[in-house]
């Protein structure tokens, strides 16, 4: 990860413990990334520097319809203003990534092909920190093209426990 990367999320992380609504801050900036990064069209929009940054942060506005705080308003405008569109989804990821750390704890990135409830997420921190043996916050991310299952990421770790990567198993030891 870049030393700008790591800047913009420990900027963003000093925002957010100032308002005084990290949690809410963080959950909206992780939607606005998932929805960047689901969307070509919305993410090539954001990344292109040649288009000017009011024309940018207008299509932000556009996307985002005060579906958000201020705050992370203000944040996701001060990320796609800088030219710093193109690495959205890092910076939030590397935001993230900070807040559980300041808090001593990690952070597991959930890839399954449906949302997970709360009870699931539950389950599953608890699951994942008796393996890691600290506290885990679990940030899901909806994938279509997970078949079945969950790909979970925690660091450098990743336990794959998809449909396919079964299936895949199954079929070499045939």
Not at 66 to 71: I, R
Not at 111 to 138: N, W
Not at 151 to 162: A, E, F, H, L, P
């Amino acid at each position: 990860m870049s030393d700008q990367i790591t800047g913009y999320a420990e900027a963003l992380l000093a925002v957010a413990r100032a308002d005084g609504n990290t949690d809410t801050v963080k959950g909206e900036l992780v939607a606005v990334a998932n929805a960047v990064d689901s969307n070509e069209e919305l993410r090539s929009s954001l990344a292109n520097n040649l288009l000017p940054s009011a024309t940018r942060n207008q299509i932000l506005d556009d996307v985002l319809g005060g579906k958000v705080s201020d705050t992370a308003r203000g944040l996701a405008a001060m990320i796609v203003g800088t030219g710093r569109g193109a690495q959205f989804g890092e910076i939030v990821q590397a935001f993230v990534a900070a807040s559980a750390s300041s808090a001593g704890m990690s952070v597991a990135t959930v890839r399954s092909a449906v949302a997970l409830s709360d009870d699931q997420q539950s389950r599953l921190a608890a699951a994942l920190k008796q393996k890691m043996g600290s506290d885990v916050e679990v940030q899901v991310v909806v994938d279509p093209t997970v078949v079945g299952g969950a790909v979970t990421t925690i660091g450098d770790t990743v336990i794959d426990g998809s449909l396919r990567t079964r299936l895949n198993k199954m079929r070499s030891t045939l």
